[in-house]
C-alpha cells in the first residue's frame, strides 16, 4: 500500500504561482508514474502532469509551459510548480501513484483556487 499526503493549495489571484507537494509513503517499489490529477466542479478528473522513475515528463497542453512536476526520491516527495495561474486551473489537485502491476493510489486532494 502507498500513501499520498498533498499540501501546498489555497487561494491565489490570476497570474499568480503556488506550489503543491505530495509525500509518500508505505511501499514505494515498482512505481512506473507518479502525477498530478485535477478535477473541477462538474467535469471529470484529467491529468496535468506525471513523471516516471526515470524522470522523463508528461504535460496536459493547457498547462505546458506554466507547471513544473518534479519529485525527490531521496524523500518520497512530489512537486508541482504552478506559474502563471488561470481562473481555469481552479479544481482539487490530486496526487497519483501507479504501479507496474496496474495498482493505483490516489491522495485526498488540495483545493487550488485561482480568483482576484
Known amino acids: 500500500q502507498v500513501q499520498l499526503v498533498e499540501s501546498g493549495g489555497g487561494l491565489v489571484q490570476p497570474g499568480g504561482s503556488l506550489r503543491l507537494s505530495c509525500a509518500a509513503s508505505?511501499?514505494?517499489?515498482?512505481?512506473?508514474?507518479m502525477g498530478w490529477y485535477r478535477q473541477a466542479p462538474g467535469k471529470q478528473r484529467e491529468m496535468v502532469a506525471r513523471?516516471?522513475?526515470?524522470?522523463?515528463?508528461d504535460y496536459d497542453d493547457s498547462v505546458k509551459g506554466r507547471f513544473t512536476i518534479s519529485r525527490d526520491n531521496a524523500k518520497n516527495t512530489m512537486y508541482l510548480q504552478m506559474s502563471s495561474l488561470k481562473p481555469e486551473d481552479t479544481a482539487v489537485y490530486y496526487c497519483?501513484?501507479?504501479?507496474?502491476?496496474?495498482?493505483?493510489?490516489w491522495g485526498q486532494g488540495t483545493q487550488v483556487t485561482v480568483s482576484s
Open positions: 497519483n501513484v501507479r504501479k507496474y502491476n496496474g495498482y493505483d493510489a
Open positions: 513523471i516516471t522513475t526515470g524522470s522523463n515528463t
Open positions: 508505505g511501499n514505494m517499489f515498482s512505481i512506473k508514474t
